[in-house]
């Protein structure tokens, strides 16, 4: 029997986004059909099952941002703009896209009770997302962008949290301009202004 082929890449971004629209739990194999244009037979075959596909979507998102973190911050001229950078660019996804979430964030929501080896994948690309934010803190500190009144690690802890809870907010509909207004402040917080 022979393999099925497809582009693996589009199929693992369908099913991104089919898993952040509705949540793992409510997506179902029907949605999956539909987003990738795969039949079941066929996830299945390349994928073991939906919660394969979830793994490997994770994997993919995470890889994607990992490009697009190093891309945004190669493309500014000092670490502190590509914190504002990366703000900005949060803002926007959540002003303008139905999609406001986090794929690893809604998932660890949604899954963390109820599996403990996503729950410990999503946490582990969590904290390796924050040391990343660590990292930048401490060159932007060594640079003398930033003072050195708080360790790196704890800025980046806040940033996180901070991300966080924009991202949940933008669910809240606010008024125009609200979350530019967190981010803002949130950026003057780290800066110590």
């Not at 082929?5 to 971004?13: A, G, I, N, P």
């Not at 729950?119 to 934010?133: T, V």
């Amino acid at each position: 029997m022979r393999s099925a082929e497809f582009d693996r890449e589009m199929v693992l971004r369908s099913a991104m986004d089919a898993f952040i629209a509705k949540g793992y739990s409510k997506t179902s194999m029907q949605d999956l059909k539909q987003a990738t244009g795969l039949h079941p037979g066929s996830i299945y075959c390349a994928f073991t099952n939906k919660r394969g596909l979830l793994v490997e979507a994770l994997e993919h998102y995470q890889a994607e941002r990992d490009n697009a973190f190093v891309q945004l911050f190669d493309s500014q001229p000092t670490i502190m703009a590509g914190i504002a950078a990366y703000l900005d660019q949060m803002v926007a996804e959540c002003e303008q896209e139905n999609i406001k979430d986090c794929l690893l964030q809604k998932a660890l929501s949604e899954l963390a009770q109820d599996d403990k080896e996503i729950e410990r994948l999503i946490s582990h690309k969590l904290k390796d997302w924050e040391q990343l934010f660590a990292c930048k803190f401490e060159h932007a500190q060594q640079n003398g962008e930033l003072s050195t009144h708080r360790s790196a690690k704890a800025l980046a802890r806040y940033l996180v949290m901070g991300i966080y809870g924009i991202r949940a907010y933008s669910h809240t509909q606010p008024e125009p301009g609200e979350l530019r207004e967190l981010s803002a402040e949130l950026m003057q917080h780290i800066q110590g202004i």
